[in-house]
C-alpha cells in the first residue's frame, strides 16, 4: 500500500511541479525556475520520508569545497537519488541525455535551468557540445552533476563509467566530488516497489585536478563502488538482490542495454 500511495503523488508532484516550473521559466533569469526544482526535491525527499518510509541520511558536508565551482558524480541508482542530490544545492547544474528534449515543456524547463544536455549518442559532437555548455557553467561558477555510468545501476552492480566526467574534470580544472549511496536497496531503479528503511547517501573526499585520465577513471571508480558497497545493509536488504558472499570481490559489472 506505502507503495502504491508512493508512486500516485510521486505522478501528482511531477504534473504539479512541472507545470510550476514552466510557469517560473517565463520568469526572468534562472532563479525562479531553480527555486522551483529545489522545492521539488525538497518535496520529493519528504514523500520518501514519510510515505515510502524510507529515511535517508546525507553525510560527508565537510567534504565539500568551500568555494568556486566543482563538478559532482553520483552513483546512481534511482531517481531518489537525484532527487536527495538536488536538495542539498539552490543552484546546480546538470548533464542529461537529449532524449529529454523531445518534450517541448521538458526542452524549455532544461534550457532555462542551464542543463547541459548532450547526444545520448556519444561521439566528436557531444563531446564538443559537453564542452561548450560546460564552459558557461565553469565561467558562472556553478556547480555541475553529472553521473559518471549514464544509467541507473541496482544495487550491488555497476555499468561501464563513461569518459565524459573525465573530459569535464580536465575542462573544469576543478574538484571532483564523488557520491556513495545505498538508496537503491530502498528505491531501485524505476521499480514500483519501495522498501522501506535507512538509506544513506554520503559526499566523499574530492579528486583534486591534475590526474591523467585512466588514474582519475580508476580512482573515482573505486571509491564509488567501494564506498557504495561498504554501505549496502545486508540485515535489511530490501531490493537488493545479492548475497554478501556475491559481493565479495566488488560490485558487479552489468552490461549498458543495447538501443533496438
Given at each position: ?258 538501443k533496438s
Open positions: 500500500m506505502r507503495s502504491f500511495v508512493f508512486n500516485m503523488l510521486f505522478y501528482v508532484f511531477g504534473v504539479f511541479f512541472a507545470l510550476l516550473c514552466v510557469v517560473l521559466s517565463l520568469l526572468p533569469g534562472r532563479k525562479p525556475i531553480m527555486f522551483g526544482l529545489w522545492i521539488y526535491s525538497k518535496s520529493m525527499v519528504w514523500l520518501m520520508r514519510w510515505v515510502a518510509g524510507i529515511k535517508i541520511t546525507v553525510t560527508g558536508h565537510d567534504n565539500l569545497p568551500e568555494k568556486g565551482p566543482y563538478i559532482i558524480a553520483p552513483k546512481h541508482q534511482s531517481y531518489g537519488d537525484g532527487f536527495v542530490v538536488f536538495s542539498q544545492f539552490f543552484d546546480l547544474s546538470f548533464v542529461t541525455g537529449d532524449h529529454l528534449e523531445k518534450y517541448m515543456t521538458l526542452k524549455h524547463i532544461l534550457r532555462k535551468a542551464g542543463a547541459v544536455v548532450i547526444d545520448n549518442c556519444g561521439g566528436t559532437d557531444a563531446r564538443d557540445r559537453l564542452q561548450i555548455e560546460a564552459d558557461k557553467v565553469r565561467a558562472e561558477g556553478r556547480k555541475l552533476l553529472i553521473y559518471p555510468e549514464g544509467h541507473l545501476s541496482a544495487p550491488g552492480e555497476q555499468r561501464r563509467y563513461r569518459k565524459g566526467v573525465y573530459f569535464l574534470y580536465k575542462d573544469f580544472d576543478c574538484p571532483v566530488v564523488p557520491i556513495a549511496t545505498n538508496l537503491g536497496q530502498r528505491w531501485n531503479q524505476n521499480i514500483w516497489t519501495k522498501h522501506p528503511g535507512p538509506a544513506t547517501v554520503e559526499f566523499l573526499r574530492p579528486i583534486e585536478p591534475g590526474l591523467g585520465k585512466d588514474e582519475f577513471m580508476e580512482k573515482l571508480e573505486t571509491v564509488i563502488e567501494t564506498r557504495s558497497r561498504e554501505l549496502l545493509d545486508f540485515d535489511n536488504p530490501g531490493a537488493l538482490k545479492h548475497s554478501r558472499e556475491d559481493l565479495k570481490g566488488g560490485t558487479i559489472l552489468v552490461a549498458d542495454r543495447k
